[in-house]
């Protein structure tokens, strides 16, 4: 086994304090190999070369490949934009239809297809990791599905749709979905998966209709 190899076998340590200012060009490009190659594939190597800096560099600040992998994903920006201290508002449009699709913004879906590949290609670590698989579930995950409850919830306030829906059950939908197409059928959702999924399963699950044209969206 080599060095390097070794190193890269080491388990992460979590939880460390560290002062991300000079390192985040490296974060950054750990996270785009990991999200080409998967974490298996992954080399400190390929990071230095992606950053352009020195392996000896990485190793100084990371003493093995899933500490620095451990690193780089806790400080991945979320794919949506802060709000309100910190909390993220979803668009109000008026209407539940317009406010799920408002929130599938083109940039939006790249970043969170970033990130979908980014989960696949740590995939393999998260068992052995499980406050990887929480710091993920934290950046991802939920931040989804509380723009969805919130924009149920102005649905139900304006008597748009029933006080009675599942707003838990509903608000987990779209999240699950991509998740489930990232982790299973590896492939990351589109614009147009989302808005179909809107159209046919959210909408209906509520009693509305999506309307006949929305080719303009």
Same mark, same amino acid.
């Given at each position: ?28 490009? =750990?996270?785009?190999?990991?999200? !080409?190659?998967?974490?298996? /594939? ?10 352009? =800096? ?9 003493? &093995?490949? =899933? ?8 400080? $991945? ?5 802060? !709000?309100?201290?910190? /909390?993220?508002? +979803? +668009? ?39 406050? %990887? ?12 599905? !509380?723009? @969805?409850?919130?924009? $149920? ?9 029933? +006080?009675?829906?599942?707003?838990? %059950?509903? &608000? ?7 998740? @489930? ?11 147009? &998966? ?15 209709? =999506?309307?006949? !044209?929305?080719?303009?969206?």
């Amino acid at each position: 086994m080599t060095t390097e190899t070794a190193r890269d076998a080491e388990p992460a340590r979590l939880g460390r304090k560290r002062d991300h200012s000079r390192d985040q060009d490296i974060l950054d490009a =750990a996270l785009d190999v990991l999200a !080409e190659v998967g974490y298996n /594939t992954m080399t400190v190597d390929m990071v230095a070369t992606r950053a352009k =800096a020195g392996k000896a560099t990485l190793y100084r600040r990371w003493s &093995s490949k =899933a500490e620095l992998v451990v690193d780089a994903i806790a400080c $991945m920006k979320r794919p949506l934009p802060q !709000e309100r201290d910190g /909390t993220y508002v +979803p +668009p109000d449009t008026g209407t539940l239809r317009g406010d799920l699709v408002a929130m599938v913004k083109p940039k939006a879906v790249t970043d969170s297809n970033r990130h979908l590949k980014i989960m696949i290609g740590v995939a393999s670590m998260m068992s052995q990791e499980p406050q %990887l698989f929480e710091a993920l579930t934290a950046i991802m995950v939920k931040p989804r599905v !509380e723009s @969805y409850r919130v924009v $149920m919830q102005r649905a139900i306030d304006r008597c748009e749709i029933r +006080p009675d829906i599942d707003v838990e %059950l509903l &608000s987990s939908l779209g999240p699950a979905m991509a998740m @489930y197409r990232a982790m299973y059928e590896q492939q990351a959702p589109s614009r147009e &998966s989302i808005i179909h999924l809107i159209d046919t399963v959210i909408l209906p699950a509520v009693g509305l209709s =999506a309307p006949l !044209e929305n080719a303009d969206e």
